[in-house]
């Protein structure tokens, strides 16, 4: 067994595999950027190497300077997580000729697998299914569009490098192609640094199904079972299991042995991911399921495959690069109960699902029964927005498919978070969904139901619990001048109850409250409630005011500046805001410019997501505040418009 690892990478999956190789018996060492010094997964290090600024192409991105912190600390290996560098053949390469061992496939492995297009032709002469469409080199907007023609709308344009749903677009019909095209090259080059796509056919009513499968370099392969990721949003997984509904102990069999046939292919070492789509307009079939990609690295959504088959796949990782064979055999693999993950993440639902960053000033994951918490953060942490919004993963096991979905449920109702917009009540609404419930359904779901799954606000007593505990000590305050009733200067009774109004701001809304007080009795009302003083639903304090808690959901009451708000409504009747932090990569417009409602003002990519900036209105163009490749802060002016005469 190895003695030492460096882990290069960060957040939860660092967290992860530092337990996993503590238990071992190895050291270990973290490795982090400016943005990440005082991260959970340093303190968790033996060991820690600061390796650059906080951008990722700064810092983790820079092999070099991983390779740097590994031979100063004398790591025996790299596990590069997922994400950043874990599938970089070059790096891994770097990792062999340094001595160190690199915790994954080979370099030959990795770019076998590693280009879509390369692989789906590897795949083809292995006799694995595989999607139609065209896998080729050539690039060219107009060939590409009767690429797509001749498959037959609708189809996916795909990055050839990564995943995640980045520099992914789905086309129904001819006129949309080239924008679309034109927008997945550009979001897969600034992600992966690889532009080119290939195109398929985008199966209608589809499952995503992948495979897990560890081989040893030697030649010998085995799988771990499916998992069912097709509940997704922007072909991003939301939700995963395992296993998965209403597979068929005949199409299982299949898709593993496809599975282990591709990974035999390549002589694949470590742990890897085939991914299939599936033909969920049914029964799922034998026949009825195709290659997509492989992942050549632990993915994300590991934990549930670990809760089904009571293995840890990080210790798997470890033994293979330590030489050993595969710990156990096709036939000492069994499933047991059912597993169900979810990823809190740190965006806001209600706006499309930005990405929200910031400190957070609470968060309360208590783990009950049959749940297993992954998290890289803690209380006080600040989302960056240079990374992954994640928070944390939420995995529910049970001996059957409903309990693990009822434990996942019991979770949601105890978990609290403020700070950051955060997806918490989404998901539990996703999970409350019946689809969801009776299983089967397929990667359109969250699209077909969207406003449903994101209705719902903190009520109007929670909101007014944390008024009243953000106005009463001004209350008591004012009280305490009160009783020299010609010192005071907001006016005064001499006689019956006194009243004071108190503006605030709920989410960035405004609002009037009363505080009233008879005595030493005080309370708050509004427009039409009256606050009880002792409050409805949760409320939690912050240095920056008083969130209300409710439902999963939170909104910030603060008290309102007038002077500020004068200044700030001057400025919001003309500007255009940035809705998330973020680097400006493209502007549309120019001062003088008239636009429509609707029209596009600028492009701001946050988490390597692109993001349109609309024109709220009609209007010209006064003034354009940010420039090509500009960092831009969240509610930044972007563009002031002035209204048509």
Request: net charge negative.
């Amino acid at each position: 067994m190895l003695d030492s690892v460096l882990i290069a990478n960060r957040g939860e999956i660092a967290c992860r595999i530092i337990k996993t190789a503590r238990r071992l018996g190895l050291r270990t060492i973290a490795v982090y950027s400016e943005a990440d010094r005082d991260a959970l997964h340093v303190r968790m290090a033996d060991e820690a190497v600061a390796i650059g600024p906080s951008p990722s192409s700064e810092s983790y991105l820079v092999g070099a300077r991983i390779l740097e912190a590994a031979k100063a600390t004398g790591a025996a290996s790299i596990h590069p997580g997922y994400g950043f560098l874990s599938e970089n053949a070059a790096f891994a390469e770097a990792c062999k000729a340094a001595g160190i061992v690199f915790v994954g496939p080979s370099a030959a492995a990795i770019r076998s697998m590693g280009l879509k297009d390369g692989a789906k032709a590897l795949m083809e002469k292995a006799g694995v299914p595989v999607v139609p469409g065209y896998h080729g080199e050539r690039q060219e907007a107009e060939f590409l569009k009767q690429k797509a023609y001749e498959i037959g709308y609708p189809v996916l344009i795909k990055a050839v490098a990564g995943g995640g749903g980045k520099g992914m677009r789905r086309v129904d019909k001819a006129i949309e192609f080239e924008a679309a095209l034109a927008s997945a090259q550009r979001e897969a080059k600034s992600a992966f640094g690889d532009a080119r796509v290939l195109i398929e056919k985008f199966v209608l009513n589809p499952r995503h199904i992948e495979i897990q499968v560890f081989g040893d370099g030697k030649g010998n392969a085995v799988h771990l079972f499916e998992r069912d990721c097709s509940a997704q949003r922007r072909h991003q997984k939301v939700l995963e299991e395992a296993p998965a509904p209403g597979m068929t102990q005949e199409t299982r069999a299949a898709m593993g042995a496809a599975a282990v046939a591709a990974a035999k292919a390549v002589n694949y070492a470590g742990a890897g991911t085939i991914e299939f789509i599936a033909d969920g307009s049914g029964t799922l079939r034998p026949d009825g399921f195709w290659f997509m990609e492989m992942n050549t690295r632990l993915q994300v959504e590991h934990p549930v495959t670990e809760m089904i088959t009571g293995q840890d796949l990080v210790e798997w990782q470890f033994r293979i690069a330590s030489g050993e064979g595969l710990p156990l055999s096709q036939e000492e693999i069994a499933i047991s109960g059912h597993a169900v993950e979810v990823r809190l993440y740190a965006e806001d639902p209600d706006t499309g699902f930005l990405p929200s960053t910031g400190r957070l000033d609470l968060l309360d994951l208590p783990e009950t029964e049959g749940v297993r918490i992954d998290t890289g953060v803690e209380t006080g942490a600040e989302i960056s927005a240079f990374y992954d919004p994640m928070i944390a993963k939420l995995i529910a096991y049970g001996p059957d498919r409903q309990t693990a979905l009822d434990r996942l449920a019991a979770q949601f109702d105890r978990s609290l978070i403020a700070g950051p917009k955060n997806n918490l009540a989404f998901l539990a609404a996703l999970v409350a969904h019946e689809e969801v419930r009776r299983g089967g359904f397929d990667t359109g779901l969250i699209d077909r139901d969207l406003a449903r799954l994101t209705t719902g606000r903190v009520g109007e007593a929670a909101i007014e619990a944390a008024v009243a505990a953000l106005v009463l000590p001004e209350a008591a305050a004012a009280r305490a001048g009160w009783q020299d009733p010609f010192a005071a200067t907001s006016g005064f009774e001499l006689a019956g109850i006194r009243r004071i109004g108190v503006g605030v701001e709920v989410d960035g809304e405004p609002r009037e409250v009363t505080i009233s007080w008879w005595g030493g009795e005080a309370s708050v009302s509004g427009p039409s409630h009256d606050a009880p003083r002792t409050g409805a639903g949760r409320v939690v304090r912050s240095d920056r005011g008083v969130y209300a808690v409710e439902g999963g959901r939170a909104v910030l009451v603060t008290l309102v500046d007038h002077l500020a708000r004068v200044a700030e409504d001057a400025e919001a009747a003309s500007a255009v805001k940035a809705p998330m932090h973020g680097k400006v990569i493209a502007v549309d417009v120019a001062p003088g410019d008239r636009v429509g409602k609707g029209d596009r003002l600028a492009v701001v990519e946050a988490m390597k997501m692109e993001h349109a900036i609309t024109a709220p209105r009609d209007g010209t163009v006064e003034a354009v505040f940010v420039t090509e490749g500009a960092q831009v802060d969240q509610g930044a002016p972007v563009v002031a418009l002035a209204d048509e005469d």
